[in-house]
């Protein structure tokens, strides 16, 4: 191969690298939703209530009228 071919073949990878960085970036950005979408869950069929730092089962079934029970089976929490 010449020189120019190497050169290209290299502008080439680069472009590939980058592209490959960006579709990297895009997929750690949909992680970081899913994660903050994970955190949320659903209590009966119209509620959503969003886990913050410093809740407990207890105090997210008092914030709801219901029972850690209730939200252990709906979440199916078996070890907790």
Same mark, same amino acid.
């Given at each position: #191969?010449?020189? %120019?071919? !190497? /050169?290209? *073949?290299? @502008?080439?990878?680069? =472009?590939?690298?980058? +592209? %490959?960085? *960006?579709? !990297?970036?895009?997929? +750690?950005?949909?992680? %970081?939703?899913?994660?903050?979408? =994970? /955190? +949320? !869950? *659903?209590? %009966?069929?119209?509620?959503?209530?969003?886990? *913050? @730092?410093?809740? +407990?089962?207890?105090?997210?079934?008092? !914030?709801?009228? =219901? =029972?850690?029970?209730?939200?252990?089976?709906? #979440?199916?929490?078996?070890?907790?």
């Amino acid at each position: #191969m010449a020189l %120019g071919q !190497f /050169k290209d *073949r290299i @502008a080439e990878l680069e =472009t590939e690298l980058i +592209s %490959g960085q *960006r579709r !990297f970036e895009e997929i +750690s950005k949909l992680k %970081g939703n899913i994660e903050n979408l =994970t /955190k +949320s !869950f *659903r209590l %009966g069929e119209n509620k959503i209530y969003k886990v *913050r @730092a410093g809740d +407990s089962l207890e105090k997210i079934a008092k !914030f709801n009228k =219901t =029972t850690v029970e209730k939200i252990k089976k709906l #979440m199916k929490l078996s070890k907790i």
